[in-house]
């Protein structure tokens, strides 16, 4: 009985001294969303290598929402998971729009004691539906992928127990219709509402 009665009570101790850097709730972000393609009138010549450069159409808004909870160590550490919807689009492309479910789980770190946090991260969309380009002639519609990767590059001020203010770069890491990948920017807002009634 006293062994239960120790593990319980250690627990406890544990759960209290994790609960204060622990934290969960929404977020809410701006979202301006773009496609990449290689840009193949451009050739970019260095080191006997010859690659196509890039470019981007034009961007559209979007909200996204969701939730998020981030771990923050002592020492300035964060380790963070977003999952999140959003639609990407563009005016080049009509009225095309990708829907998407985005998980992207991120580390962190304080810069110079400043609240200032940069963070990286690498996750997955699960898209929601297909376009159908019918009206685009530079897209095949037939090469749609339902799953694509991200990475993630973003700076983060947190105001402890109040919330935190963010912005960066979502980059595609595979095509999700014929030679297209997505891009965004972003700045938005989470709210740790767990702290609120500490």
């Keep these: 009985m006293k062994k239960i009665f120790t593990l319980l009570a250690f627990g406890f101790i544990s759960f209290v001294g994790i609960s204060q850097t622990l934290e969960f709730g929404p977020l809410i972000q701006y979202h301006r969303t773009a496609f990449r393609f290689e840009d193949k009138s451009k050739i970019v010549v260095g ?3 010859i690659n196509y450069g890039t470019k981007t159409t034009e961007s559209d808004a979007h909200i996204a929402f969701g939730g998020y909870a981030a771990y923050y160590t002592e020492n300035t550490f964060s380790y963070a998971v977003d999952l999140f919807y959003v639609s990407i689009s563009s005016p080049n492309y009509g009225d ?4 998407s479910i985005n998980l992207l789980p ?4 304080e810069l110079w004691n ?3 946090h940069a963070n990286v991260g690498i996750g997955a969309g699960f898209f929601i539906n297909k376009p159908s380009f019918e009206n685009v002639q530079d897209v095949e519609p037939d090469n749609f992928k339902s799953i694509d990767g991200l990475l993630k590059l ?6 402890k127990n109040v919330l935190s203010i963010d912005g960066g770069v979502l980059y595609g890491l595979s095509y999700i219709v014929d030679e297209q990948k997505r891009f965004h920017f972003y700045i938005g807002t989470r709210i ?3 702290l609120f009634f500490k």
């Design 47 to 49: 080191d006997n290598n």
């Design 96 to 99: 095309n729009t990708f829907h």
């Design 106 to 109: 991120t580390v962190g770190a």
């Design 114 to 116: 400043t609240h200032l």
């Design 154 to 159: 973003a700076l983060q001020y947190r105001i």
């Design 192 to 194: 740790p509402v767990n």
